[in-house]
C-alpha cells in the first residue's frame, strides 16, 4: 500500500485516518432501503481491553451496503467516546475482497460530523473524489454514513475499522489504538 494515498480535507488527519484504515483491511441509525437494492450486511465483535483507554477500544462493528450507494457503519467502543480528552481518527475499508479495496472512509471523534468518503481504483489504489458523509457520537457509538452514486453496484465481500493517533506526521504510518482485522461480509 502506498502511503502516499490522502483525501485532500484535513490533509494531515485525513492521511493519517486513510493509512489506517488501509491498515485495518491489510491486518489480519438505519439507511433507507431501495426498491431492487442489493444489501450486505456484516458485524463482529472485537475483544474488549486491547485499546488504550475504553474511548478508544473497539468492541463490535457494523456494516450495512444497498448496491444504490448507501453505505453505514456502526462502532461501538468499550466506554464512552470523549473527544475531547481522548481523540482518534477512524479509518473504515471496504473491499470486494479482503485484498482488493473498493472504498475508504474516515472520520474524527472530536469532530464526528461530516465524514469523508472515497472511492478507490486502479492497482495504484488511487483515491476518487471524497464524499461527504454524516457522523454521530452517542455515549459509545460513533455511527458514520454516506449515500452516494459513486458508491452504487459495489460488491463488497469484506471490512475492517481502526482507530488511530490523528497527530500522526503526514509522512508516517499513524499509530494504531485497535483495530478489528478484516470482516467477511454477508451477502
Same mark, same amino acid.
Not at 16 to 24: N, V
Given at each position: 500500500?502506498?502511503?502516499?494515498?490522502?483525501?485532500?480535507? @484535513?490533509?494531515?488527519?485525513?492521511?493519517?485516518?486513510?493509512?489506517?484504515?488501509?491498515?485495518?483491511?491489510?491486518?489480519?441509525?438505519?439507511?433507507?432501503?431501495?426498491?431492487?437494492?442489493?444489501?450486505?450486511? *456484516?458485524?463482529?465483535?472485537?475483544?474488549?481491553?486491547?485499546?488504550?483507554?475504553?474511548?478508544?477500544?473497539?468492541?463490535?462493528?457494523?456494516? @450495512?451496503?444497498?448496491?444504490?450507494?448507501?453505505?453505514?457503519?456502526?462502532?461501538?467502543?468499550?466506554?464512552?467516546?470523549?473527544?475531547?480528552?481522548?481523540?482518534?481518527? $477512524?479509518?473504515?475499508?471496504? *473491499?470486494?475482497?479482503?485484498?482488493?479495496? $473498493?472504498?475508504? *472512509?474516515?472520520?474524527?471523534?472530536?469532530?464526528?460530523?461530516? $465524514?469523508?468518503?472515497?472511492?478507490?481504483?486502479?492497482?495504484?489504489?488511487?483515491?476518487?473524489?471524497?464524499?461527504?458523509?454524516?457522523?454521530?457520537?452517542?455515549?459509545? $457509538?460513533?455511527?458514520?454514513?454516506?449515500?452516494?452514486?459513486?458508491?452504487?453496484?459495489?460488491?463488497?465481500?469484506?471490512?475492517?475499522?481502526?482507530?488511530?493517533?490523528?497527530?500522526?506526521?503526514?509522512?508516517?504510518?499513524?499509530?494504531?489504538?485497535?483495530?478489528?482485522g478484516e470482516i467477511k461480509i454477508k451477502k
Amino acid at each position: 500500500m502506498s502511503t502516499e494515498r490522502s483525501l485532500p480535507s @484535513r490533509p494531515t488527519r485525513t492521511r493519517a485516518i486513510a493509512l489506517g484504515a488501509a491498515l485495518a483491511f491489510t491486518a489480519g441509525a438505519a439507511v433507507p432501503a431501495v426498491a431492487d437494492a442489493k444489501t450486505y450486511r *456484516g458485524e463482529a465483535a472485537d475483544p474488549a481491553g486491547d485499546g488504550p483507554v475504553p474511548g478508544r477500544d473497539i468492541t463490535n462493528v457494523k456494516f @450495512r451496503y444497498t448496491s444504490a450507494g448507501s453505505i453505514l457503519f456502526v462502532i461501538t467502543t468499550a466506554g464512552p467516546i470523549d473527544p475531547a480528552t481522548a481523540d482518534a481518527g $477512524v479509518g473504515l475499508s471496504l *473491499g470486494t475482497t479482503c485484498k482488493k479495496l $473498493v472504498v475508504l *472512509g474516515n472520520g474524527l471523534f472530536s469532530a464526528p460530523d461530516p $465524514v469523508a468518503f472515497a472511492t478507490v481504483k486502479g492497482a495504484k489504489g488511487k483515491l476518487g473524489k471524497p464524499r461527504e458523509g454524516a457522523g454521530e457520537i452517542t455515549n459509545n $457509538v460513533y455511527t458514520l454514513k454516506v449515500k452516494h452514486s459513486a458508491f452504487k453496484g459495489i460488491t463488497p465481500g469484506c471490512f475492517a475499522v481502526a482507530l488511530v493517533d490523528p497527530a500522526a506526521p503526514e509522512d508516517q504510518v499513524p499509530t494504531p489504538f485497535d483495530q478489528t482485522g478484516e470482516i467477511k461480509i454477508k451477502k
